[in-house]
């Protein structure tokens, strides 16, 4: 079993959220998952232009780190993404690395994987930042098996950075736990059917323009 962690944070070993994403990672290894973090803040990774060629072809114009990293995600069996709350969203790394994946939800290409979120903030809005990205990990076809959300009003405010690395850790174990015994959430399942339903119906509208995308779906046994 593999976990990606992706820290979007851009402070480095500073980084609270690198610190929870961290830790997440060391309670799945502690439940026997191989692990990765990676910090997107030191990958190049170009803005998308919204030119559909990903659509059309299956890859990007850009020859960056992206595709490692989209590869690595699509190698992984669970995700762990991770952002500071800054002006009320995720950083502008991270948002760059997720507006270069819609290829992949169109193509529901997280079908079967499980993921989680963490966040951090210096006055609030941190469990607002973590929902958002397990909505995006729910979007990707992907099961999200929880959060955990920190404000953390100094630096030397150790003791709430400290339970919620405990509460990170225990996610880390759930994850694998819900990897392992493939579990299902019938409000997820429903979202996933909602989400299959609208884009074969998408892509099929625009078949022509996104042969890609609709040979995904014609292989997967979606489209007659």
């Not at 830790?23 to 990676?38: I, N, R, T």
């Not at 803005?47 to 490692?68: A, L």
């Not at 397990?134 to 150790?158: C, I, K, P, Q, W």
């Amino acid at each position: 079993m593999k976990i990606i962690g992706i820290n979007g944070s851009p402070r480095g070993p500073e980084s609270r959220t690198r610190k929870l994403v961290q830790a997440v990672l060391d309670g799945a290894k502690s439940a026997g998952a191989d692990v990765e973090l990676v910090d997107v803040s030191r990958l190049q990774i170009e803005y998308c232009n919204g030119c559909h060629i990903c659509y059309e072809q299956g890859k990007c114009i850009n020859d960056d780190d992206f595709t490692e990293l989209y590869e690595s995600m699509l190698d992984s069996d669970g995700i762990v993404l991770g952002s500071p709350n800054y002006v009320n969203s995720v950083t502008a790394q991270m948002k760059t690395m997720l507006d270069r994946i819609t290829d992949a939800i169109h193509c529901q290409m997280f079908l079967g994987k499980y993921g989680c979120a963490v966040s951090t903030a210096g006055g609030s809005g941190a469990d607002e930042v973590a929902a958002y990205l397990n909505r995006v990990l729910l979007s990707l076809g992907a099961n999200t098996v929880g959060s955990v959300d920190v404000v953390v009003g100094t630096e030397t405010d150790t003791a709430a950075m400290e339970a919620a690395a405990k509460k990170a850790y225990d996610l880390g174990r759930r994850l694998v736990q819900a990897i392992e015994n493939r579990e299902t959430y019938p409000e997820q399942e429903k979202i996933h059917a909602d989400m299959i339903e609208h884009m074969v119906a998408l892509v099929t509208a625009n078949k022509d323009r996104w042969p890609h995308q609709y040979n995904h779906w014609k292989e997967a046994g979606r489209i007659p």
